[in-house]
């Protein structure tokens, strides 16, 4: 951004903050400071009635660490980014290496239903869910029995071995279109005359995967990459719909976690400390997207 | 069968198949909202042996989603509103006019972007509470503003930097002065990029469920995704009536979505790849 560039002779240099200042002040009051608030109560023992806030200092931070419910948290959400991006993501390639070549007559109706996962509220993502795992009445249930595996049929989100998965498969189910979509957005910058000139040279589908497909979609699958599995960092919505964190805390991750001890139970300065863990995961992730972008110098 | 459809055949069914998984659990919650529940269990994926609106009408006025669809269109409409035009005033701002601080104010508003809600909800929930502001619409929509406009400021400002030089000229030259010229010249220019900007922002606010969680405790200011939530929790045997109200939740905002469906998806993925 080059500051100055834009003005005209005679111009007010601090025009500009005129037309930034409303969103600013918004911004600031509502987003920015409450970071650096949640920041700054991470290092109180306090529990946001009384006046009485202890510095504690990194204790709450040394603390999680051999917090048994902070452990089983992030270890649930690292296993919600094997279902969230390494499984869509393989998915969404092997879908793009499908559609690799001449185009599909009527894809774009394909497209629209891919994607729609991703416009519909997660509560309502798990009311559909929760009635397809129903272990009575689920379709899930109906139709093991069906093809005749009755001895499959699962309590599936009621079972302390099955509900992690379950819940996790319905993150497959909603950001493997996703996937799809940006890789095949990505494989039309491809330019044809690659493939046609790897088959000429007699190279396999197979290679011109690896060779072509692969390197020409680096900067998506960092992007995929990257945007899932931040999905998976912050998954609330979900765990609040489907198990509320259970049973037992089978299925508890970060974000319940801190919704759970801040706003139920009143530890602020411990849900703090998990927020500020989490936000730093978070940021990390999102400059390492931009990292990515800005080595390829791709347009928007 | 020509030789082309022989090649084709196989991927249609590949892609078919992985349709219908993102397809079925959809197509079955809105064929559920039309029956009850004796039918739901025995054929789950059927259609309807009759057309009936009473799930609807039920969920509508027992459930109090007439209640949630109030309080989720007027949040919706305010946070959307002044975003899309605060996001265009701050956007034009890094994108065209002179501002002191320019490298240091555009990552500030960044950071907005890609912090999560769990950042900030814990000093707003004490904020708000203290404030006596909580179970207003107020607790619901100017969080949602601050980090709406963050996204909005980065969407349009690349939209402002890209704006033909010779017609902001031009009409300089013309005797505009910069909010004429913004509002004459550019805003007509910028409908694609602003039209992206109001559905995301739209579908957003209208999923928001965290901050609508924490804010409010009444039933009467719940927003549609708490309220199913809530509603989930109370009738968890009554599927029917929950399919109706899980419909109406997403119905808004899939219409949305078919309808500018280009927008959507180049703002999906632009977003994505702006981070």
Not at chain 1, 11 to 33: H, R
Not at chain 1, 44 to 57: K, L
Not at chain 1, 289 to 300: L, Q, S, T
Not at chain 2, 251 to 270: H, S, W
């Given at each position: ?34 970071i650096?608030?949640t920041f700054?109560a991470s290092f ?14 990194f204790k709450n931070y040394i603390n999680l660490f051999s917090d048994p419910l902070f452990l089983k948290a992030i270890s649930n959400n690292l296993v919600f980014i094997i279902f969230y991006s390494i499984i869509p ?33 997660m ?34 989100l009621?079972?302390f071995e099955y509900a992690l998965p379950a819940v996790g498969s319905i993150g497959t189910?909603v950001q ?49 990459m990257i945007t899932t599995m931040i999905a998976a960092l912050r998954v609330f919505d979900l765990i609040y719909?489907t198990t509320r964190g259970g049973p037992g805390d089978s299925t508890l991750v970060t974000g319940f976690l801190i919704y759970r001890a801040a706003i139920l139970n009143?530890r602020i300065g411990y849900g703090a400390a998990i927020a500020t863990v989490l936000t730093i995961i978070i940021l990390a992730l999102s400059l390492l ?12 | ?113 890609m912090v999560p809600f769990e950042a900030v909800i814990i ?87 965290l ?65």
């Open positions: 951004m080059k500051t100055g560039r834009h003005s005209y002779p005679g111009e007010n240099k601090w025009k500009g903050l005129f037309y930034l200042l409303p969103a600013l002040l918004i911004y600031l009051g509502f987003t920015f400071i409450p650096l608030e700054r109180f023992d306090w529990n946001g009635f009384t006046e009485a806030r202890t510095f504690i200092g993501i393989l998915i969404g390639l092997m879908l793009a290496a499908i559609l690799t070549g001449q185009p599909i007559p009527g894809f774009g109706f394909f497209r629209t239903v891919f994607f729609l996962p991703q416009v519909i509220s509560v309502v993502v798990g009311v559909i869910w929760r009635w397809m795992f129903n272990p009575v009445s689920g379709p899930i249930n109906q139709f093991l029995s069906l093809i005749g595996l009755d001895h499959w049929r699962q309590a599936w009621g079972s189910w493997y279109g996703f996937c799809m979509v940006l890789f095949l957005a990505g494989m039309q910058r491809i330019p044809t005359e690659y493939y046609e000139a790897a088959s000429l040279d007699g190279a396999n589908g197979i290679k011109q995967f690896r060779h072509i497909t692969i390197p020409g979609l680096k900067s998506e699958i960092g992007v995929a719909s009143n997207i931009r990292r990515f972008m800005a080595e390829e110098k791709e347009p928007a | 069968m020509s030789i082309r459809w022989k090649r084709l055949l196989p991927r249609y069914l590949v892609l078919i198949v992985f349709m219908l998984i993102v397809l079925l659990p959809i197509w079955g919650m809105l064929m559920s909202a039309f029956k009850t529940d004796t039918q739901i269990a025995s054929s789950p994926f059927t259609l309807p042996e009759t057309l009936t609106l009473e799930n609807f009408k039920q969920a509508w006025t027992v459930g109090k989603f007439n209640i949630f669809f109030k309080n989720s269109v007027i949040v919706t409409t305010a946070v959307v509103i002044s975003s899309v035009f605060l996001s265009t005033l701050s956007g034009y701002a890094f994108g065209q006019l002179p501002m002191p601080g320019k490298n240091l104010l555009f990552p500030l508003m960044l950071l907005g972007y000093p707003l929930y004490n904020w708000m509470d203290a404030l006596g502001l909580r179970n207003t619409y107020l607790a619901l929509i100017l969080p949602q503003i601050g980090l709406s406009v963050s996204f909005g400021t980065l969407w349009m400002s690349t939209f402002f930097e890209n704006a033909p030089r010779e017609l902001v000229d031009a009409a300089t030259i013309d005797g505009c002065n910069r909010w004429q010229t913004l509002w004459l010249i550019l805003w007509p220019l910028a409908q694609p990029a602003t039209t992206t900007l109001i559905v995301l922002i739209f579908m957003w606010t209208w999923n928001e469920f901050l609508a969680l924490v804010m409010v405790q009444t039933e009467a200011m719940r927003t549609l995704p708490v309220g199913l939530a809530f509603f989930q929790g109370k009738y968890t045997s009554n599927l029917s009536l929950m399919a109706a109200g899980a419909i109406i939740v997403a119905l808004p905002t899939v219409l949305i979505y078919v309808i500018f469906q280009r927008f959507f998806i180049r703002g999906m993925l632009g977003g994505a790849i702006k981070g």
